[in-house]
């Protein structure tokens, strides 16, 4: 199994042949926030993924909206990991770093591999851009990058000349510099070009002028790789397309993967969606994601506020719809109060938080794992929900159609947990069939009481889930709303007895939900033994990673992965106290691990990690290793 803490790929080495060669690379792309470093990457991962490789993708934005020009705050990088074998995580370091300023280089050479390859475009490393960097010296030319490969050529200069026949101003001209920093990249790694410029051509239409010049940009990267393979250093390299199971493959951001779900659940249930959101950084993609969706029965309402989004959605689900609202951490916080109106009036709903670094506004454009106990416990009220956690921007699928089962099963909202990693990051998808997804039964109230009023809180005696009953359905008028209504008719009622035995009732539906999710299996090693490494969300692929390492150098460890924060698996607890020892690492300061800890009265101990990055695979290694020391 390919890992990220393997050797420097010999490809660095002009004198090792292709047979010598590692299955898998870590590119990273950097420049300033206009170099279009983001969409560099996605072109390159679009024609990885028709290549045939497993990848996996990091994209890094700056905070700011927009940083000064040529500064460290401003600095974009995409990461890439990309092989012939099963890749789990975009990667620890990357081998390959491409700096299109000194910004660029200065942010992200500190994880560039000892021996990687820098190719760094000389013709930005101006007095000005140094003196912004806060490099003394030019680095490409004072022997500090000693420790690495480095290939520095004038790629603004070279661009100027690939487009000059298309008398663009320099500024429009050298907005091409990502073209041809791709062509280069994809003659590297011996990636077809026709996908990009076929892009080119949908992107562009009937602007040819822009069109040309960044064909050109591009034929011109490629032909310079084609060249200096000739003269220099520079080689390519070429990865076999990964072994996968047979079947339709398209690449997804979780944004998508989640949004595919989303409509797949509410067509599972034979429901029209209706999203309500409010633009937010990360959650905003998901809410770009379903607009692009209306054929399915998809309505997206843009509102003016977090509480008008979420109080419109839960107004769609009261009037028949699957309701679904979206944010990230401060969003989620405004949202609160309606929250617990649709805990109180029991309707379905899915709420979706893309995790970021907090608190307040922190690191918008980071991610993080700090929302879970936002998502359990912070509300007014005992306000007791479903919480799940999708682990990969594949995994957003799947995660997205429970959610959707949970809420309409249980009538109640449901928290679905994603973060800004997930949200954006990419990985190749196995297109499932429809088949493979047991329909999610639906019925509405229909039956008219001989006498009297309906009880719109009469329950199902198996699940307590109330019924639902469409507004205008002759003869079943019904009031449900914030305030405590009666057991028995649904009527207001907020005396002490009634409010307590509707409190308890609302948490055992909740609690129940344990009877109804699959128990928890072990995603890799043995139920037993000395340590488990328990992970939720999108730490999944540096613990797997992780686990492998150590379990190959003949450590006793093993993984757990938990998709149903709340309720917890009913097996959970049993399964956890089978082992000596529980590491739990987590992208907050302990969040899962208090959580553990109060159910099941482990000795947990915590790996945390918020400096708005994901976990490297070598540092759940050496927390394995120093728990068995």
């Given at each position: 199994m390919a890992t990220a803490l393997d050797a420097a790929p010999l490809f660095l080495d002009p004198k090792a042949s292709q047979a010598d060669m590692p299955d898998h690379v870590v590119v990273r792309f950097a420049g300033d926030s206009g170099d279009g470093m983001q969409l560099t990457g996605g072109q390159f991962t679009i024609a990885t993924a028709l290549a045939g490789n497993d990848l996996a993708t990091f994209p890094d934005f700056p905070a700011e909206i927009r940083a000064p020009q040529g500064t460290l705050f401003g600095v974009s990088a995409f990461q890439i990991h990309f092989g012939s074998s099963r890749?789990?995580?975009?990667?620890?370091?990357?081998?390959?770093?491409?700096?299109?300023?000194?910004?660029?280089?200065?942010?992200?050479?500190?994880?560039?591999?000892?021996?990687?390859?820098?190719?760094?475009?000389?013709?930005?490393?101006?007095?000005?851009?140094?003196?912004?960097?806060?490099?003394?010296?030019?680095?490409?030319?004072?022997?500090?990058?000693?420790?690495?490969?480095?290939?520095?050529?004038?790629?603004?200069?070279?661009?100027?000349?690939?487009?000059?026949?298309?008398?663009?101003?320099?500024?429009?001209?050298?907005?091409c510099k990502n073209m041809w920093t791709l062509g280069l990249a994809l003659w590297m790694f011996g990636r077809p070009r026709k996908p990009v410029l076929d892009w080119l051509e949908r992107k562009f239409g009937p602007n040819r002028l822009l069109r040309d010049a960044n064909v050109a940009a591009l034929n011109a990267g490629h032909a310079y790789g084609e060249t200096a393979e000739l003269s220099g250093p520079l080689k390519q390299f070429r990865l076999d397309p990964a072994k996968v199971a047979p079947g339709f493959y398209r690449t997804v951001t979780g944004a998508e993967a989640l949004s595919l779900g989303l409509v797949a659940g509410a067509k599972l249930a034979g429901l029209p969606l209706?999203?309500?959101?409010?633009?937010?950084?990360?959650?905003?993609?998901?809410?770009?994601?379903?607009?692009?969706?209306r054929e399915y029965d998809v309505?997206?309402?843009?509102?003016?506020?977090?509480?008008?989004a979420i109080c419109a959605a839960i107004g769609a689900s009261y009037a028949g719809c699957l309701g679904v609202t979206s944010s990230s951490g401060p969003g989620i916080a405004l949202k609160t109060e309606a929250i617990g109106l649709a805990v109180m009036t029991e309707l379905p709903l899915v709420i979706v938080?893309?995790?970021?670094?907090?608190?307040?506004?922190?690191?918008?454009?980071?991610?993080?794992?700090?929302?879970?106990?936002?998502a359990v416990f912070g509300r007014n009220g005992d306000t007791p929900l479903p919480v799940i956690a999708a682990r990969s921007p594949t995994d957003c699928f799947e995660v997205a159609i429970e959610a959707c089962r949970l809420a309409l099963m249980f009538m109640t909202p449901v928290m679905l947990l994603t973060d800004g990693y997930i949200a954006n990051a990419a990985e190749p998808w196995r297109v499932p069939s429809v088949a493979d997804f047991p329909p999610i039964p639906v019925a509405f109230h229909t039956e008219v009481p001989a006498e009297g009023h309906v009880n719109p809180y009469q329950r199902d005696p198996e699940t307590l889930r109330r019924i639902w009953i469409k507004p205008g359905t002759p003869g079943l008028t019904h009031r449900?709303?914030?305030?405590?209504?009666?057991?028995?008719?649904?009527?207001?009622?907020?005396?002490?007895?009634?409010?307590?035995?509707m409190t308890d009732t609302r948490k055992a539906k909740v609690d129940g939900i344990a009877r109804y999710i699959p128990a928890q299996e072990v995603e890799l090693g043995a139920a037993g033994g000395d340590l488990v490494v328990v992970g939720w969300g999108s730490t999944f692929g540096p613990i797997r990673q992780a686990v492998a390492i150590c379990r190959a150098r003949g450590m006793d460890v093993s993984h757990v992965h938990v998709r149903h924060i709340w309720p917890l698996p009913a097996n959970l607890g049993e399964l956890l106290r089978s082992y000596r020892r529980v590491l739990v690492p987590e992208m907050n300061t302990g969040q899962l691990k208090t959580l553990l800890r109060d159910q099941y009265l482990v000795d947990a101990k915590p790996l945390s990690k918020v400096s708005g990055q994901p976990f490297r695979i070598a540092e759940i290694v050496a927390a394995i290793e120093g728990m068995l020391a």
């Open positions: 890749i789990d995580t975009a990667g620890d370091m990357p081998d390959v770093l491409v700096a299109m300023n000194p910004a660029a280089l200065k942010v992200n050479l500190p994880d560039l591999r000892k021996g990687g390859l820098i190719i760094a475009d000389a013709g930005a490393f101006s007095e000005r851009n140094l003196m912004k960097a806060g490099y003394p010296t030019n680095p490409l030319e004072d022997g500090s990058l000693a420790p690495y490969q480095l290939l520095a050529f004038d790629i603004s200069r070279m661009t100027l000349e690939a487009v000059k026949e298309f008398g663009l101003g320099n500024k429009d001209a050298l907005r209706f999203f309500g959101g409010y633009p937010i950084t990360p959650a905003s993609a998901l809410l770009h994601a379903l607009a692009r969706l309505t997206t309402f843009q509102a003016e506020d977090e509480i008008a938080n893309s995790q970021r670094g907090g608190p307040s506004t922190g690191l918008p454009t980071k991610t993080e794992q700090s929302d879970l106990y936002q449900i709303g914030g305030i405590e209504k009666s057991y028995e008719t649904g009527n207001i009622d907020y005396s002490p007895a009634n409010h307590q035995r």
